[in-house]
Every structure is written in structure tokens, then in C-alpha cells.
């Protein structure tokens, strides 16, 4: 990912990035099927992130750490929509 990421970026530029690539996640995959599919995905972010930290990879861990806050987000949005549908089905 081609990242301008910088040591003066704000708030809104970060969320900015991370709804960019929840977007182009929702575009490239489907939705999370359930809590356990969206906590493996999440899981497999941090893992990643945690390896670029220990490697001391200033600029792939912030990286990875948009990806961990993108999959954070797309679970919300994701659990959130499968509970409404299960809630009209029931």
C-alpha cells in the first residue's frame, strides 16, 4: 500500500486512510460470515502488525496498524448488519 503516512497526520487524515481501506476490503472480499471469521481476520492483522514491530519496521508497522484498525472496523459494520438480518429473520 502506497501510504503517506507522516509524523504530523491528524485524526481525520488517519480515518481517513482506514475508511479507504475498509472500503476497498468490502470491494475484494466478501462479508465476515460471523464473530469467529471477523476475529480470525483481526487476529491475522495484529499478528502481522506484531511482526513488523518486532523486525522495529517503523513504517510497514503503521501500515499494518491501518489494516488492524480497517479490520476492526469492517467487523463492527459487518456483525453489526449480520445481527439486524438475524434479528428480522427471528
Not at 46 to 68: A, H, S
Amino acid at each position: 500500500m502506497n501510504n503517506p503516512l507522516s509524523d504530523n497526520m491528524d485524526l481525520d487524515f488517519v480515518l481517513e486512510i482506514v475508511k479507504h481501506e475498509v472500503v476497498k476490503a468490502q470491494k475484494k472480499f466478501p462479508t465476515f460470515h460471523s464473530a469467529h471469521e471477523g476475529y480470525a481476520i483481526l487476529k491475522e492483522e495484529v499478528d502481522e502488525m506484531w511482526t513488523e514491530v518486532k523486525k522495529n519496521n517503523r513504517f510497514q508497522t503503521l501500515n499494518e496498524c491501518i489494516q488492524v484498525a480497517a479490520m476492526a472496523v469492517r467487523f463492527l459494520v459487518d456483525i453489526k448488519t449480520q445481527e439486524q438480518v438475524d434479528n428480522c429473520i427471528t
